[in-house]
Each structure stands twice: as structure tokens, then as C-alpha cells.
């Protein structure tokens, strides 16, 4: 398999892969809407970098597949940060992480797209 088959295979996956992801957390805030009162400024922190942050980086990775892929993934350490900061402990469950792992995977097709079949980066 060459390099750009395996970029076209990883970067068809991110894109079938973020698409439930984005499902996935529209169903939950849709879900959410009106059952409880408003976030609190500490939540709407949280909330700017997952799901949205992550969401937005999703979507732009499917234009340009470097850029969004990392916005993703800056996010998700974000996330993780911030609530270490300030809950004192990390999330539980992996939830977080596989919702942005398309992330991983745009970043990983954007690089596997700039390289030949002998593994040097090309010029265009």
C-alpha cells in the first residue's frame, strides 16, 4: 500500500469517524437544551473548548485537514487542563478522547498527503 492510499484510507476514516462525533454531541446538547439552567461561567469555558472547540476543528479539518486536525487535538489537552485546574482531577472515561480522535487521524492523512511514495516531502 503506498503512502497515498493510506492517507485516502485514514482520511476517509477521520471523515466518517467526525461525522458521528459531531452527531453524537449534537444529540446530546440537543438532548440537554431546557432540562437544566444555564452553564455557569466555569461551564461555558469548558463548553468553548469541547464540544465546540473540538467540533470546529472537526469540521475544518475536512478542508484543510492539518489545521482543523490540530484545533481538535489543542482543544482536547485544553479540556483536559482546564479541568484538572479546576476540579483537581483529570475526566473520567475515554469519551472525550474518541469523540476527537478524528482529530488524530486528519492530522495524520494531512501528513501522509505531503509526502511522495519514497517518504520525501513534496514541494506543492
Request: aromatic share 12%; glycine share 12%; charged share 10%.
Amino acid at each position: 500500500m503506498t503512502t497515498r492510499s493510506v492517507a485516502v484510507v485514514t482520511r476517509w476514516i477521520a471523515r466518517i469517524w467526525s461525522i458521528f462525533s459531531v452527531a453524537l454531541v449534537l444529540v446530546f446538547a440537543v438532548g440537554g437544551v431546557g432540562n437544566s439552567p444555564g452553564p455557569t461561567t466555569h461551564e461555558w469555558i469548558g463548553l468553548l473548548l469541547w464540544p465546540v472547540g473540538v467540533g470546529v476543528g472537526l469540521i475544518v479539518a475536512w478542508y484543510f485537514e492539518q489545521f482543523g486536525g490540530t484545533l481538535a487535538l489543542v482543544c482536547l489537552v485544553a479540556v483536559y487542563v482546564w479541568n484538572v485546574v479546576r476540579s483537581g482531577h483529570l475526566p473520567r472515561g475515554p469519551f472525550f478522547v474518541l469523540i476527537a480522535a478524528p482529530g488524530l487521524l486528519f492530522l495524520a492523512a494531512g501528513l501522509l498527503s505531503h509526502r511522495n511514495s519514497d517518504g520525501e516531502q513534496s514541494v506543492a
